[in-house]
Every structure is written in C-alpha cells, then in structure tokens.
Antibody
Framework: EVQIVESGGGLVQPGGSLKLSCVVS????????MTWVRRAPGRGLEWVST????????YYPNSMRGRFIVSRDNSKNTLYLQMSSLRAEDTAIYYC??????????????WGQGTQVTVSS | QSVLTQPPSASGTPGQGVSISCSGSSSNIGSNYVHWYQHLPGTAPKLLIY???QRPSGVPDRFSGSRSDTSASLAISGLRSEDEADYYCAAWDDSLSGWVFGGGTKLTVL
C-alpha cells in the first residue's frame, strides 16, 4: 500500500525559512518523480516543484525559483522542500505527490494529506 | 490568473449530468496529456482522470474525460452528493517547463 506523509509545516515569520519533509512507503521511491503542490486559503491547487527519480532534474514555477529548493534522499525514501524568504502569500497546505511513472510529465497518482504552512508575524 | 481556464462553479441535481471545461493552449493541452483531480479541502487530492480519458482503478465510470485541440472536458453523469468537491484540470506546459493547473471548478450537488 502506497503511503505518503508530509511533515515540517508550522508558523514562520515573513522572511523566514522552513523545510518540509515527505516520507513515502509502498513503492520503489527512486523509480518515480515526485511533486509538491500547494493550496492557499480561498485559492486553487498550485504547482510548487517537481524532481526526477534520481534527483538530477528539478523544476519550479518562476514565482518560486530561487526561494524554494526541492531535493530527495532515495536511501531514506524522503522528499524535501526547503523554503526561504517566505511571504504571507506562501501560506498554504503543501501536498506531496507521487508521479505515476518515472517521467516528470506524468500524472500524480498518489497524494499525501498535506502539511500546513503559515507565514505571519 | 491560471494558465488553464475553468469555470469557477458548476451545479446539478442528483442523477443529472454535468460537464466542466478546461481551456489551454498549444504548449499545454495542445501537446500534452490532460489530467483531472478531485479535491475536498482538508483532504488529499485524488486523481480522477489521466491522459485525457483514462480512469484509475476505483474511479466510477460515471466520470469521463475528453480533449479537443487545446481544450478538455470532464463529464460526470448520475450526480451524487459525494461528488460535491473542487475539480482541477492539469497539464505539463512545454513553454514553462512545468505543470499548469486550472483555477478549479466548485461542483455543487443541489
């Protein structure tokens, strides 16, 4: 059974940093690309980042490139999202999702329950 | 402003059918697969349709997808109260080298 569990969310001040983790089980982690998606209050789903199975390729929307860094430790079945220079508009629930195949352009077939990030003074 | 355009809301009565549109461009829907997700706030998003019209195991055949040129649609037949949720289309965008989502459609079952 595929399981995806995010953690690391919390309250952080504007300009601060936070590192999210996503621990997975039930599949060969290194064989699949992984994606972070967020949903802010009153808004829709927004893509945050995608990383290839070997970690060699990463992708970000322009609005997050340079502030967010995605990485993975395949030996620990764990995906990370290092967020810095956080702004109030980064307040959201952050979801970790598994891609259906190795390609970064495939659909996300399993998702975690999310972790809440609140940026406020 | 989302790259993919969806109507903000849709509604229907139990047993009826409803369709949700998703409009994009040649760099996303026109050249890559479209996927649809169902999301109830506070829960994990769920893959509903992938590769235009494929259903993952466990998704009822009341849900179907289609694509024409740079637009896609999600159709739901035989509406049930549990279908009340937010629905999102998504596609890889070759120009942006990333995923783009629609703004979401809130489905209300009256």
């Amino acid at each position: 059974e595929v399981q995806i569990v995010e953690s690391g969310g919390g309250l952080v001040q504007p300009g601060g940093s936070l590192k999210l983790s996503c621990v997975v089980s039930g599949f060969k982690f290194s064989a699949y690309a992984m994606t972070w998606v967020r949903r802010a209050p009153g808004r829709g789903l927004e893509w945050v980042s995608t990383i290839s199975g070997d970690g060699g390729s990463t992708y970000y929307p322009n609005s997050m490139r340079g502030r967010f860094i995605v990485s993975r430790d395949n030996s620990k079945n764990t995906l990370y999202l290092q967020m810095s220079s956080l702004r109030a508009e980064d307040t959201a629930i952050y979801y970790c999702a598994k891609e259906a195949i190795a390609a970064v352009t495939s659909q996300s077939d399993y998702w975690g329950q999310g972790t809440q990030v609140t940026v406020s003074s | 402003q989302s790259v993919l355009t969806q109507p903000p809301s849709a509604s229907g009565t139990p047993g009826q059918g409803v369709s949700i549109s998703c409009s994009g461009s040649s760099s996303n829907i026109g050249s890559n697969y479209v996927h649809w997700y169902q999301h109830l706030p506070g829960t994990a998003p769920k893959l509903l349709i992938y590769s235009y019209n494929q259903r993952p195991s466990g998704v009822p055949d009341r849900f179907s997808g289609s694509r024409s040129d740079t637009s896609a649609s999600l159709a739901i037949s035989g509406l049930r109260s549990e279908d009340e949720a937010d629905y999102y289309c998504a596609a890889w965008d070759d120009s942006l080298s990333g995923w783009v989502f629609g703004g979401g459609t809130k489905l209300t079952v009256l």
